[in-house]
């Protein structure tokens, strides 16, 4: 028997060599339209054996004849050749639908069909045209859960991004925004309006959202209210390649506040006002707004280059320059940004280097919005100049040799005699290494280092002329300067293994591990110069923080049907008492590619469909301008405090308040998603059901006296809860050789409640949300039951006729009197609905794109009607008369009361429908012998708006319309040269 074993043996080892002696070594080159592939996959159909292509696209790797090899690729059809020989030459072409299915996760990427968590991407053949200066109105109306809100029409204005509504009060509800790896400032810096300006629209190939805690959680406390990463255009194998793209446009306002003409003003106080009253009355017709406004011409122009450097290191570079004219005088932006990318490898490939640099130098000037509210209340019979009065040849309200403090100042005279301009300089950029392992290729290690920094400087400058500094005879100015100093410097390290298992029971494994350092540093002074009172009031800041992280994700695919994804991330911040400082922010997820399963293999109908399920907590400690809300610190007081003793005025210091007990805000997400696609995906889309609950928010509200060292401070007052639904559907209805139709639609329907507060009240106030024309008036609350920024308001009795009844309010708790207790609780500023609409055409060489914006549900509170339109309000001085909108027409309040403020005759419908913008494009082809491609282009911005409500525009950022910057009507000319 032990001889029988030996032969048996021996015939089995004799067999290995046979085999092995009938491999042998395949080369070739992998190669696309444009030049070798370098990074390709290939694989011995249903081995492990496999390898990659070099730089040049040479791969080497045993094989036998009729072995079959599978060379993949992202966004490249993969190809399967048999072996029949020792040299295999393959070409790839790309697969746009393999492309868009590619997405990018926290310290990863997958293909979309693996992915488990709510993403949506957005790429750049897809984004929002015109002139577009900031980022993030490439994207506007373009994905589910993502409403975007820019405050108004002012050159680089800044934009309010809520992803499902926000999950927060008063901390920050700004989603964590990643720039090619770098989490960036999102608090912005001296000198610039919107902090996201650092990147060139240009250069943009992807937004990725990141929507449900399973998919974000891996950011952990930053990213209760999602993640949003914007990946910037790579450089491409091949020869040089150049783009200059040019835009110009031209912007006007479509509508202006109806505020009376100078005729139907004096008729209103030649009837209502007294005698003396009547001779304030001027010989002049002035449209103030007229007098503010002007058409803008704005100018944009991009130059990139890609290809190799040194014959095998792919880079990008590029130069903008844009020149934005705003539609209120003196507004304006000119901004220079330049990026750089290049992604060498070494070592055969297994050491990858991506280098990304980003800049940007722009100056700002800042026109003052308070010249809009005082065009609609500035009597329309002033003049606008007048060379007798010592205000540069202004006419101000003016009495016997003093200015009239509470009369409204001259509109042109408030842009014209004040210079408020802001420089800003910013760079973000990393160096990331990602080396594969030599011994074991699936382990990689990732070395992220990266920085954002950036200086601002402010000056603002009110001319000796102007009335807001004449003091007895005498004009004195104003100047403020600031400068400030920011750094944000990141390092992130993980090790991630990954591995394929072609035929087994598990297909993949992906394991990641890592810890992430960064640091931020807000330093800087200020300075104010008050030339009446002779003194230089000084306030210097230096605020660090630092987030330090331990993070692990592993990814399981059972038959590439079943997946599973769990994360669990650590977090420190420097925000908290070192008791309460780390937080843990775990997420779990499971998804069904059902439509792997082989009972829908042979469907016709059916092309995609996956089922998603995720769990995660995920955390907020962003409290902007509060760095040590935890420790007892002391700040000098202003030189108005200063103590005398003797001679001499010594400084006081102040107590600050603090609260050791502070901790995180943590907020649990519940998602369920179904993704499908129908006749080979020409029918597309997504419908997830998710539900969040936060626990111990971030508010700040009243103090009890003597209870800390403020009547005001932030705590952790209670919880809330925010569920909703998406639908997301793109289709191709047509598409022939020459035609073809594009759409796609989003909705979303959002619902949020705070469902309990610490505080002994039911709800606490609005701190930021003060009203217009009174003094302490807050409109809005954080109410148990309702949602958030509810309005707070007395309910209007009505007569017959349907008028309101003025300063008739319901008595609704019985007690005979009307006063601060009968207020209630009425609607909100936050929208239930909101949708987005694109169609593109594409005939021949033409094409033709569209984009419609809306929200329903959402109401807003009318300040100008309430503090411009009650009559009374022409006659409040003695000395001068301010002017009235025409809703007096309708209301006719005669006397402005508080009570008449808050009533909710105020509080109005803002649903709306916007066409976002239209454009018309013509490729005109090739010249010059195939060396010039072209297509030119035109579009128009803010088309129109259908809505019912009575303001100047329902899309109001805060709930509360006043001193709103319009946004304009802008027509644009625009060509885009490849070369």
Known sequence: MKTFHISILLLFLLCIPFGAYAQTAVS???????????????????????????????????????????????????????????????????????????????YGQVKKKDATGSVTTVRSDDFNNGMVVSPDQLIAGKTAGVQITTSGGEPGAGANIRIRGGASLNASNDPLIVIDGVPVDKEGIAGV??????????????????????????????????????????????????????????????????????????????????????????????????????????????FSVKGQLFGNTPFRASVGYTEQD?????????RWTGSFGMTPKFFDNHLKVDINVKGI???????????????????????????????????????????????????????????????????????????????????????????????????????????????????????????????????????NYSRSFEGS?????????????????????????????????????????????????????????????????????????????????????????????????????????????????????????????????????????????????????????????????????????????????????????YYRKTKDLLSEVSTPAGSNLSNVFVDNVGTMENKGVEFEINATPIRTDNFSWNLGANFTWNSSEVTGLNADTDFISVQDRNISGGTGLFNQVHAVGETPYSFYVYEQVYDENGKPMENVFVDRNGDGVVDDNDRYIHKSALPDVYYGFTSQFRYKKWDLNMVFRGQAGNYVYNN??????????????STFLTNIVDNYNEAGFVQATDQVRLSDYYIQNASFLRLDNITLGYNAGNFLGNSLSARIYGSVQNVFTVTGYD???????????????????????GVSLDF
């Open 505 to 689: 029971f598990v297909t993949n494994v992906d394991v990641t591990a890592g810890h992430s350092y960064q640091s931020f540093t807000n330093n800087g002074y200020k300075n104010n110069y008050d030339y009446i009172n002779d003194q230089v009031i000084v306030t210097r800041y230096y605020n660090p923080v630092v987030i330090a992280s331990f993070f692990g994700r592993a990814n399981v695919s059972i038959k590439n049907k079943y997946l599973f994804t769990a994360t669990l991330r650590r977090d420190g911040s420097s925000r908290f008492d070192p008791d309460v400082r780390w937080g843990n922010f775990p997420s779990a997820a499971f998804a069904w590619n059902i439509y792997n399963e082989p009972w829908l293999e042979n469907s016709n109908t059916l092309s995609n469909l996956k089922l998603r399920m995720g769990w995660g907590i995920t955390g907020q400690q962003d409290l902007p301008g509060r760095y040590f809300p935890y420790l007892a610190v002391y700040l000098a007081g202003t030189p108005q405090v200063q103590y005398p003793f003797g001679d001499n005025y010594y400084t006081t210091y102040r107590p600050n308040p603090y609260s050791t007990s502070l901790t995180w805000e943590e907020t649990t997400t519940y998602n369920a998603g179904l993704d499908y696609g129908f006749l080979d995906n020409r029918i597309t889309g997504a419908v997830d059901v």
């Open 326 to 334: 705003g539609v209120l005088k003196t507004s304006s932006l000119e």
């Open 864 to 877: 100008i009607d309430s503090n411009v339109g009650i009559r009374n309000g022409v006659f409040t001085s």
């Open 361 to 495: 130098m722009s100056d700002s000037r800042f026109a003052d919005t308070g010249a809009i509210g005082s065009a609609i209340l500035i009597n329309p019979t002033n003049p606008v100049y007048d060379s007798s009065m010592p205000f540069g040849g202004y006419y101000e309200e003016f009495t016997n040799g003093n200015v009239e403090t509470l009369a409204p100042r001259n509109p042109l005279a408030l842009l014209k005699q004040r210079d408020n301009t802001g420089d800003v300089k910013r760079s973000v950029g990393n160096i990331e290494l990602d080396y594969k392992f030599h011994f074991l290729p699936e382990l990689r290690a990732n070395l992220n280092l990266g920085y954002d920094v950036s200086t601002g400087k402010r000056n603002d400058r009110g001319f000796e002329e102007s009335a807001n500094y004449y003091r007895n005879g005498t004009g004195y100015g104003h100047l403020e300067t600031e400068s400030q100093n920011k750094r944000n410097l990141l390092m992130d390290f993980y090790l």
């Open 28 to 106: 070739g080159t992998v190669t696309d339209n444009t030049g070798p592939l370098p990074g390709v996959n290939v694989v011995v159909k249903g081995t492990t054996n496999g390898t990659t292509t070099d730089f040049d696209g040479n791969y080497s790797i045993d094989a036998s004849e009729g072995d079959i090899l599978v060379f993949s690729y992202i966004g490249y059809r993969t190809v399967e050749k048999t072996v029949s020989g020792t040299t295999l030459n393959v070409l790839l072409e790309e697969d746009t639908q393999q492309l868009d299915e590619v997405v990018l996760i926290g």
């Open 193 to 302: 309006s919107n902090p996201l300006n650092i990147v060139n629209p240009n250069d943009i190939e992807s937004f990725t959202v990141l929507k449900d805690a399973s998919a974000a959680a891996i950011y952990g406390s930053r990213a209760s209210n999602g993640v949003i990463i914007i990946t910037t255009k790579k450089g491409s194998s091949g020869e040089l390649q150049f783009n200059y793209n040019a835009k110009t446009s031209v912007s006007t306002i479509t509508r202006t506040v109806d505020a009376f003409s100078a005729n139907d003003f004096r008729n209103l106080v030649q009837t209502y006002g007294s005698d003396a009253q009547q001779t304030l009355l001027g010989e002049s017709n002035t449209n103030w707004q007229d007098i503010i406004f002007k058409d803008a011409i704005s100018f944009d122009q991009n």
């Open 951 to 973: 303001g100047l525009d329902p899309e109001v950022q805060n709930g509360n319309d006043y001193n709103i910057y319009p946004r304009p009507r802008t027509f644009l000319l």
